[in-house]
């Protein structure tokens, strides 16, 4: 498959008063044409930052993005206009990236109008066709966003998204404010315009269930560094990192008397990203950590011949563990 968009070695820092926030740190993604790639990890992980920096809202401090064969890691906002209507945001919130004193059809039309694309007449038809796309109906352009559902709002989210026929939607955490029933509804939505329309994402999550019904491949994200990625039935079925089975183990099941099972994770406090540890970032919370684990950072390897990356000392190149 041709390779949509590229990372390599991406490193995003933010400097506080109290310190510097190593929010991305060192990451190297790619994602294929029509290929959903899930991001999830915990809040405060760095996903966000890296969603800004994929969309060029922010420029990464060193690294290169490349975006269908182009590098635009450091283009003026001029020279990088033509390639922002390949790659558009779905945001976490439905309701706050909406500008609620403006009519839903204005809204999926504004990207028409800012990247001057057709004529009153054929922008109109265009929004018409977008609102059927993703099922709303013809009337709701006349109406603002205050008058609809977290997921009709969504979708217009959703709408908006596609105005410009983008190869690269980045989706932000898109179904976390819903409701569980909505939730279904939407990813079904965004899988069937995958399949329809030939899109890719980069699908950002903190809940590892929902990622894994819509992703192709899995990241796993611990403090600003990937530390797992596989095809999401491989990471579902066997996953090799610890912080990935405890990210699993977290998924709420129905048990007998309603008690929840222990996680395979130390109970302390995750730490600051202010003062993440060193070498291994997630040996303060493993509860398999060794030696090796607290005094030499793991590389993220890769595992033989299966597409596979770990970034743990206590899995092998044969993606053998010794995790019990």
């Not at 995003?12 to 740190?25: F, L, P, Q």
């Amino acid at each position: 498959m041709t390779c949509l968009f590229r990372m390599r070695d991406v490193v995003k820092h933010y400097r506080t008063t109290r310190g510097v926030v190593r929010a991305v740190d060192g990451i190297s993604l790619d994602i294929d044409a029509g290929e959903v790639l899930g991001l999830v990890g915990e809040s405060g992980c760095g996903k966000s930052s890296l969603a800004r920096l994929a969309m060029h809202i922010t420029a990464p401090d060193s690294g290169i993005i490349e975006l269908d064969g182009a590098d635009i890691t450091t283009l003026s906002r001029k020279a990088l206009r033509p390639h922002r209507a390949k790659m558009q945001m779905i945001f976490q919130d439905p309701f706050a990236s909406l500008n609620p004193r403006t009519t839903i059809a204005r809204i999926i039309e504004e990207p028409l109008i800012v990247h001057r694309r057709g004529n009153a007449a054929e922008r109109r038809e265009r929004v018409e066709w977008l609102m059927a796309k993703v099922g709303l109906p013809r009337e709701a352009g006349r109406r603002l966003p205050h008058e609809f559902s977290g997921g009709q709002r969504q979708r217009v989210g959703i709408a908006r998204a596609l105005a410009l026929s983008p190869k690269l939607i980045v989706c932000d955490e898109p179904v976390s404010a819903l409701d569980v029933s909505i939730r279904a509804q939407v990813l079904n939505l965004l899988d069937s315009l995958r399949a329809e329309l030939g899109i890719g994402y980069l699908f950002i999550s903190h809940d590892l269930s929902v990622v894994e019904h819509i992703a192709d491949r899995i990241a796993v994200m611990y403090m600003g560094k990937i530390v797992e990625l596989a095809d999401r039935r491989t990471l579902w079925r066997k996953p090799l990192h610890p912080y990935t089975r405890a990210l699993i183990a977290a998924i709420p099941e129905p048990t007998a008397g309603g008690k929840r099972k222990p996680l395979p994770m130390r109970d302390v406090d995750p730490p600051s990203p202010l003062a993440p540890p060193a070498a291994c970032r997630f040996h303060t919370r493993c509860p398999f950590a060794q030696e090796v684990c607290r005094n030499v950072e793991p590389q993220l390897k890769p595992i033989e011949d299966s597409g596979r990356l770990v970034a743990c000392h206590l899995v092998d190149a044969q993606g053998h563990s010794s995790l019990p």
